[in-house]
């Protein structure tokens, strides 16, 4: 009988030691995830939000509103990632994509061609774009490096700091030296802005700017 309870206690014991690390793990893993997903509004954080003055498209949106869309959009495909080389206009048309895939779509959606845009600017300032020794418009376009050329040459530049979130707009495009996103209208509780972007990862919007090493930010306001 004695043997019993201690063997009793002894399974009350690791019960609680059990449940006690699940909670712990839970507590330490999962919900400061749960809690970093959670959505505010700009309005919500006394932030003013931008619109842009120019509706290309004329549909009624501006053009900030309608990258960003356009981006989102995008993503809401889930396009497979894969970096491959299209022969036939440079266009991927078989359900895969990359980070800069995000961006041209994006700004398809607020009625610029990006492509033709890059292409022209390429032909017209070779010396602009160095590591571009020929020209190439089935996948110029959908570069990183020269992409960031682009913006550099015809957006407005702004800060990389986050220091302000009111400095953070929809549709803005951020870079790093490897990676191109868009700002989404969904900001997190410090007032930042969650990301549209695609990696290896998977495509998605979410709170993971403080994650990145940002070395360009971006508002096309087109001259």
Known sequence: MEKSKISNSRKKIYL???FGT???LLCIFILPKIHSQKVYTASE???VE??????KDNDGI???TD???GARNYIQTKPKYKSKYYSNGGYPDDGYGVCTDVIWNAFQEAGYSLKDLLDEDIKNNPDAYPTIETPDPNIDFR???NLKIFLERHAQILETDLSNPENWQPGDIITTSSHIMICSDKRNAKGFPFIIHHDNLSPREANEIQNHNITGHYRFNPH
């Open 16 to 18: 609680f030691i059990f």
């Open 22 to 24: 699940l909670f712990l």
């Open 45 to 47: 954080l006394n932030i």
């Open 50 to 55: 931008l619109k842009s003055p120019i509706d």
């Open 62 to 64: 501006d053009d900030y």
């Open 67 to 69: 990258i960003m869309l």
């Open 143 to 145: 570069r990183v490096r």
